[in-house]
């Protein structure tokens, strides 16, 4: 099997209330290349307010491949930390499980391989007395799939991103020009 020394993919999964979209940005390489020292590097060097971790099913069960996840915002509330390593980074492991189950990741790579996985979570969550952490987890499972699925495919191709580059504006682009925003 060839090696996978680096793949990248994003992939944005929405559709619930708001606060709870899901954009994940992963990083997938070898634990032997520069996947895995980087890997290694960010687990040692901290960062307050961006704390990383592994994705885990629950204490003491980690995901594998391996898959670290570093939050996108500074992180200063112990609701929202509650809630992105919990229910989110639940969510993370298990849509790694589901990217080795639906085929990928090879099964037989989930030893070598790495995951880095840029978490957002919408700071939104923290007002929301009735967030429902099934739909929460539900989109981010969902999300991580794809971004993963996306990575191991190279998609967007550079060929499909040549004919559609006039055709595609950036969301928040849009709604400046709009003056929404």
């Known amino acids: 099997m060839d090696r996978i020394i680096m793949r990248t993919g994003e992939a944005l999964s929405a559709g619930g209330p708001p606060g709870t979209a899901a954009e994940p940005e992963v990083i997938i390489g070898e634990l032997d290349g520069p996947v895995g020292t980087a890997l290694a590097t960010l687990t040692g060097d901290q960062v307050a307010g961006h704390t990383r971790v592994f994705a885990l099913m629950n204490t003491n069960v980690m995901v594998r491949p391996v898959t670290l996840c570093v939050s996108k915002v500074s992180v200063t509330n112990s609701r929202y930390t509650s809630i992105l390593m919990g229910t989110v980074q639940f969510a993370i492991a298990n849509g790694v499980l589901d990217a080795v189950r639906a ?3 090879p099964k037989e790579k989930a030893n070598d391989l790495g995951i880095i996985c840029s978490v957002w979570l919408a700071p939104s969550v923290i007002k929301d007395d009735n967030l429902d952490h099934k739909i929460l987890f539900d989109i981010h499972r969902k999300g991580m799939t794809e971004a993963i699925r996306k990575a191991m495919a190279n998609e967007p ?6 004919e559609n580059q006039d055709k595609v504006v950036h969301k928040y682009y849009q709604l400046g ?5």
């Open 103 to 105: 085929g990928y990741i």
């Open 157 to 162: 191709s550079i060929d499909w991103l040549l």
């Open 177 to 181: 020009l709009d003056g929404k925003i």
